[in-house]
Structure formats: structure tokens, C-alpha cells
């Protein structure tokens, strides 16, 4: 299936537009045709499947759930539920909040808020594609690590003492948020076919409206890479394995930040250009993990001392991550 698209870059690229396949122009517009037009199709078809599977998932189940569990078990339940839903930090913030006021343990909300903008279908999606199972396996194992130890981390902080006040009085009412929910919530009705599909239709539309842009921004960025970059420049700068490169390429991906939809793409330009896994991955997750966007919404919920927190603790275990996958790939 996946040659289809070739077949329409090639079509497109050097029968319609008529360029040379030994020029940047053409193998950047080859890259860009052939890459959006794949990611796009995926990202219709298995957004829709797995939204249709998750169809009758109940969130307020899952909070009550997890709320009962030993908190080793909660870290990994909060991290595993932060990677199956489809939020990016913009819509897990509520989520966030939602569990927070159901007194879960703040670690396991942490581990819930840390691994969902990093692990999502949509990334998985498109890691998948491009650079194939196995380092999507990788990352996707890494992203819902990082979120359970910094979970474990920031319970033995007692990190609840850092959110807003109204947040805190919501965390230390024990019992109060249960008991209206329990008289409040309407026994969940038995989900049809036809309503599956109205919400698997529905969610696939939000979602492929909120991340199509930032797939063509970042297959843009990702073909002039590939294509104009000269791969001298990343042997020069950062393919040299040497410790420093892996902050550096954490924090630089930091201000230019565009989605985890459209940060994939330059993941696999970076590489072919010889920029080490590590280093590539500590980009990646800096840009998804530890954005400028993220935070000012955060700074809704958290005092500074809990986003200086996170943001220390994101930047210090990603460069980690890098340095060890430089060290043994």
C-alpha cells in the first residue's frame, strides 16, 4: 500500500512538474508529496479505528479506577492512560485538573500529564510509518517511562503544595468530589454501533483538524532538510556524539515547538542526515515535552515551583535519554 504513495511523488514530482530527481528542488517536493500524502491517509484511517474502539471508554471510570490502585500500579495505569488517550497538553490540562480534585495521588496525575502530549496515536501513527516499529516501540516505551518516574519523583516531593490554591483545597477535600459524582453522574447507557461511529466520526474530525497543519508545516520543514540542507552542516554541528550536542538540541527545540504531528517528519530528515538517534530523540521530545505553550497554560494549575519542577526534571531526564542512545546506537 505504502508504494502508492511513491508511485503518486513520482507522478507528481517528476511527470506533472517535470523536476530532476538530482536536484534539492526535487527531492525536497518528493519528500514533501510523498510523506503528506501518506501521514494524512494513515492518520484518517487508524485515528477513526482506534476512536471507534475507544468509543465507549469512560474517563470518569478510569479516574475512579485509578484512584483505588496501589500507587506503583497507579503510575504505570496514569502513564498508560496518558498514551492511549488522544490529548495533547491543551486538552489534558482539564483532565488534569479533573483528576487532581478526585484526590488521586499527584504522581499518578503527573504521569497521566507528562506521557500524553509525548505518546498519543497520532505520534505513534506517524513514528510508525516513517521510521518503523522499532524505534517506535522505543520511544513509545521511553515516553510512558519518563512520565511514571517523574510521577514517583514529584509524589516523594509532595509536589500538591505547588498547585494554585484552588487547586490544593480541591486536592485536600477528601471524599467531597466522589460523593457528588456518585449523585451527580447518570448510569452510562449501552453504546450502539451508529453511536461508536458518530464518535469515532466526530473525534477523528477534531483530531485531524487540530494536527493537519502542523503536518504540513512540519513535512515542509522536514523537505527542505532533506533537500537543501547539506548533511556537511549536521556532521559539522551535531553529528559528533559529543555530550553537549544532546542539551543543546533539547533546548533548541524548545521556542520553535509546532506539535508532536509536526515535529516527526524533521525526526526523519535529522537522521538521514546523520544527526545521532539520541540526539535526534532529545529534539523530538524537547520540542513535544517541555513547550513554551504547554507551560503558560500550566501556569494555570501549577505555581512556578511545580513548572520549574517538571521543566527541570523533562530537560534533565530527555538529555539522559539522548546521551545513553548515542552511547549504545
Known amino acids: ?32 508529496i510523498e510523506d503528506t500524502s501518506k501521514i494524512l491517509v494513515l492518520l484518517v484511517s487508524l485515528i477513526y479505528v482506534i476512536s471507534f474502539i475507544r468509543a465507549s471508554l469512560s474517563v470518569e471510570k478510569v479516574r475512579d479506577y485509578l484512584q483505588g490502585k496501589h500507587k506503583g500500579v497507579g503510575y504505570f495505569l496514569g502513564s498508560t492512560f496518558g498514551a492511549i488517550t488522544p490529548f495533547c497538553s491543551c486538552s489534558s490540562i482539564p483532565l488534569f485538573m479533573g483528576f487532581v480534585s478526585a484526590q488521586i495521588p499527584i504522581g ?20 510508525g510509518s516513517l521510521l518503523g516499529i522499532k524505534f517506535t516501540v522505543m520511544y513509545v516505551a521511553i515516553g510512558m517511562l519518563l512520565g511514571m518516574i517523574g510521577g514517583v519523583i514529584l509524589d516523594k516531593c509532595q509536589a500538591h503544595r505547588w498547585l494554585q490554591p484552588f487547586l490544593a483545597k480541591a486536592y485536600q477535600q477528601v471524599g467531597q468530589a466522589q460523593s457528588q459524582q456518585q449523585t451527580q453522574e447518570p448510569t452510562p447507557q449501552r453504546m450502539t454501533m ?4 458518530g464518535i469515532a466520526a466526530g473525534e477523528t474530525k477534531t483530531i485531524f483538524g487540530r494536527v493537519w497543519k502542523w503536518v504540513i508545516v512540519g513535512v515542509g520543514l522536514g523537505a527542505f532538510i532533506h533537500g537543501f540542507v547539506p548533511a556537511e552542516w549536521f556532521e559539522q554541528n551535531l553529528a559528533s556524539g559529543q555530550w553537549w550536542t544532546v542539551p543543546v ?44 505553550p504547554e507551560f503558560i497554560m500550566l501556569k494555570q494549575v501549577m505555581r512556578y515551583r511545580l513548572l520549574a519542577a517538571i521543566a527541570g526534571y523533562l530537560l534533565i531526564a530527555i538529555s539522559i535519554t539522548g546521551w545513553l542512545f548515542n552511547y549504545y546506537y
Open 1 to 32: 500500500m505504502l508504494d502508492i504513495f511513491t508511485q503518486l511523488a513520482d507522478w507528481l514530482t517528476f511527470t506533472v512538474f517535470k523536476l530532476s530527481p538530482d536536484t534539492s528542488v526535487g527531492i525536497g517536493f518528493h519528500f514533501f
Open 194 to 197: 451508529k453511536d461508536r461511529h
Open 249 to 292: 538540541a533539547t533546548l533548541s527545540a524548545i521556542p520553535i515547538y509546532a506539535n508532536a504531528s509536526g515535529v516527526v517528519p524533521i525526526m526523519g530528515s535529522l537522521l538521514d542526515k546523520g544527526m545521532p538517534i539520541g540526539t535526534t530523540l532529545a529534539f523530538c521530545m524537547g520540542a513535544v515535552a517541555v513547550s513554551l
Open 108 to 127: 499518578v496525575t503527573i504521569a497521566f500529564l507528562i506521557t500524553s502530549p509525548l505518546v498519543n496515536e497520532v505520534v505513534v501513527i506517524m513514528l
